[in-house]
């Protein structure tokens, strides 16, 4: 740390000494459309820029600061924002603080450089994370945070760029994004070669060269360099110069005239044109990648001090000069001050309260509930003209998949604000014709056949959730959320947390899953493993075992995404879609009858299924229809059982369970997840908490599923569940 605090001390030292001398770096002359008081500002935001990180890296050396990575180097992105409109979302970059700080000076009554210090301090006063994490990011300042996961926030840019040109079709009621605003985008030269951001620049150039209205502006700063790995030199225009739907520009960020002049340009075209563009910024690294980060360490000192002799500053000074509008001991002036200033703001910051416990620093997992204008749903006449047949069809029992698409309609009919997206559900009407028919009853813009890349699909929905919209996405099976389960991790589920549940993606993200097909797909189609989302802070996981359920859980799913600005995944049981028969062929056992509009299933409400005391089956899905079939078995060996549906995977309803397994004498876990990391392991531990029935668990292997015979060879069966249960509490043989 030492080390990097010399380059720190050094490159102050070196500013004072070669602007009192007037010695400055070489380059281009003031030119182009930035007026005089901008320019003076941009620099005052440069010198506000540097401080702030210098007296950031001062407060993590004394402890009462926290992880920094630096701005230094790029502080002429006050000039890109400058050139843009303070109502034009902004997704930044980990070193952008010059760009907030800037935008801060276009909106009133803002105290830029006290929040930022309170967020390095993590005091609990901090506005925009309330001490969770040092981001950056303002509500005011149309700014959402993001934390420094490496180009993760590509995606969800993409998505809130093309959901305006819905909202002006058909605007949401809580939308958040100005009809004529653009999406601006921001990332290092070395996120751009993560599958992450390409995945995003293609679905941009792809949706683009569609013709369909994308304004977007991303934005590389180019300073080199990747921690300690070099880009190669002229890889980043290469790669994006000709790239097919998406505009190219280039300026050197060194020279803030150039690139207020060309952002400028670059912001029209975006604006005008309703296309996506990319700013190439090239850019210096001082310091080093971050605050513990010594950049001697892996670089020859003399590149480094090469780097160091074309501080920004330096070039802003000499333009500034140049144009006669600042003397060179006003801007050294202008310098101290504001040194001056910083310090006295951290020294107060650093005594700011912090979070102190569990409670304090979970209290924004949850966002907070919005008032939603009330919906008596839609007029029966639209409703019958909608459904056609299928309203004669809702008299008469169904499967599953039919009574998910009937629940999907009347959705859509009684919220505009839902807008469903993925792989082949237009159409083709999604896996197996679960959305079928919804295109041609909703219209394409609001069934939107995405392009195959799941991570897109969900960016898609987080921005478009950032803009008042109810995004249904679908990703085809469980085995391919993998691809893009970040999106959810690190993007949506972060939101509300980083923010202090000021910004909110609330979704319910619609996934076919688990194990049980006959004959078809292997693991890729019949992944049965959870726990990834299960460990997701704030993430809503339902699952329904019966189409009545299923209709009645997704209206539920989407209550809380609308009403209480949920994360919501709605997991289907592949296998269930088709199911009719329950015991024998032909008796139709496990279709229902379409609920009622109305009907809903609470968040944390369980089904029970018979009154049995001898022994509680506690399962879900594709185990729910397993146990009913051993139920009769078992009363044939004297054991009388009742069945508890969990329905809701995370977060468990502990207390629905607790109830509905009151007077039995012991408990039978049914877990179609495997063993390791299966959601048994969370029901055992419930009971052995809550209860002191003997219980034991059935689950599947650690195991990837087969295809062919084999099929569920792996996974609890309808003889194991009645073997498990009179090993545990006997029964007449």
């Known amino acids: 740390m030492s080390g990097q605090m010399d380059r720190v001390t050094i490159v102050h030292e070196n500013f004072r000494r070669r602007v009192a001398v007037g010695d400055f770096p070489q380059g281009r002359p003031p030119a182009g459309p930035l007026d005089d008081t901008t320019a003076i500002s941009i620099f005052r935001t440069a010198c506000l820029t540097r401080a702030m990180d210098r007296e950031s890296r001062k407060m993590q050396a004394a402890g009462k600061g926290y992880y920094t990575i630096g701005p230094s180097g790029h502080e002429g992105l006050a000039a890109l924002a400058a050139a843009l409109r303070p109502t034009d979302p902004a997704f930044l970059h980990y070193r952008d603080a010059a760009f907030q700080l800037q935008r801060a000076e276009q909106v009133r009554g803002q105290t830029a450089a006290w929040d930022m210090l309170l967020s390095y301090a993590c005091s609990s006063e901090d506005p925009i994370s309330g001490g969770r994490h040092k981001v950056l990011g303002s509500k005011a300042l149309s700014i959402p945070p993001q934390t420094s996961t490496i180009a993760s926030h590509l995606p969800k840019a993409v998505g809130a760029a093309y959901s305006l040109g819905l909202a002006r079709r058909s605007p949401p009621e809580h939308q958040t994004i100005p009809d004529d605003a653009i999406v601006y985008c921001s990332f290092g030269d070395a996120s751009v070669n993560h599958s992450t951001a390409q995945g995003a620049f293609n679905t941009a150039g792809w949706t683009s060269y569609q013709s369909v209205p994308l304004p977007l502006l991303f934005v590389c700063e180019d300073n080199g360099i990747g921690i300690s790995t070099k880009t190669p030199r002229g890889w980043v225009k290469a790669s994006f110069e000709l790239r097919p739907g998406i505009k190219y520009f280039e300026c050197d960020g060194l020279d803030i005239y150039e690139t207020f002049r060309v952002a400028q340009a670059a912001a029209d075209y975006v604006r005008t044109r309703r296309k996506p563009a990319f700013l190439h910024v090239r850019t210096i690294r001082l310091y080093g990648h971050a605050g513990a980060d010594v950049a001697l360490a892996y670089l020859p000192r003399q590149e480094v001090e090469a780097e160091e002799a074309q501080d920004p500053l330096l070039h802003m000074v000499r333009q500034l000069h140049e144009a006669g509008i600042l003397e060179p001991t006003e801007a050294l002036a202008i310098y101290d001050q504001t040194v001056e200033r910083v310090q006295r703001i951290a020294a107060e910051a650093v005594t700011r309260p912090r979070l102190e416990n569990a409670e304090q620093v979970m209290a924004s997992l949850v966002p907070p509930t919005r008032r939603c204008a009330p919906t008596n749903g839609p007029d029966p006449e639209r409703r019958a003209e909608v459904f056609g047949p299928d309203m004669t069809a809702m008299e008469k029992p169904q499967p599953m998949g039919k009574l998910i698409n009937m629940a999907l309609t009347d959705l859509m009919l009684a919220h505009e604000e839902i807008v469903m997206m993925g792989e082949d559900i237009g159409k083709k009407g999604g896996n197996y014709g679960i959305t079928q028919r919804l295109s041609s009853r909703f219209g394409r813009a609001r069934v939107i056949d995405t392009l195959l890349d799941e991570q897109s699909i969900l960016g898609l929905a987080i921005g478009m959730a950032q803009n008042g919209f109810i995004p249904l996405p679908e990703i085809q099976f469980l085995a391919y959320l993998h691809n893009a389960e970040d999106q959810l991790r690190g993007e949506a589920a972060t939101l509300p947390f980083f923010s202090d549940g000021q910004f909110t993606n609330p979704m319910v993200v619609r996934i076919s899953g688990l194990g049980y097909q006959k004959g078809f797909g292997g693991h890729f189609h019949n992944d049965n493993s959870v726990a990834v989302l299960r460990d997701i802070p704030g993430l809503i996981l339902a699952c329904p075992s019966n189409g009545r359920d299923a209709a009645m859980m997704l209206r539920e799913c989407v209550r809380l995404a609308r009403e209480e600005q949920r994360l919501v995944v709605f997991l289907e049981p592949i296998a269930l879609y088709p199911m009719r028969d329950l015991h024998e062929d032909g008796d139709g056992g496990w279709m229902t009858t379409y609920p009622a509009p109305d009907e809903t299933i609470a968040l944390g409400e369980v089904g029970v ?125």
Request: with cysteine; glycine share 8%; hydrophobic share 45%.
């Open 609 to 733: 299924k018979g009154e049995g005391t001898d022994l509680a089956i506690i399962t879900y899905a594709n185990g729910a229809y397993l146990a009913q079939q051993a139920v009769p078995m078992l009363r044939k060996k004297g054991v009388n059982a009742r069945i508890i549906d969990v329905r809701w995977l995370s977060p468990l309803p502990a207390d629905g369970i607790a109830a509905a397994i009151k007077g039995c004498k012991a408990a039978l876990v049914v877990d179609e997840t495997r063993r390791t990391g299966g959601v048994a392991e969370a029901l055992m531990a419930l009971l052995h908490e809550r209860t002191d029935l003997p219980h034991a668990r059935l689950t599947a292997e650690d195991s990837f599923i087969p295809t062919g015979p084999a099929y569920a060879a792996t996974m609890p069966s309808r003889d194991q569940i009645v073997e498990a249960a009179l090993a545990l509490v006997g029964g007449s043989q």
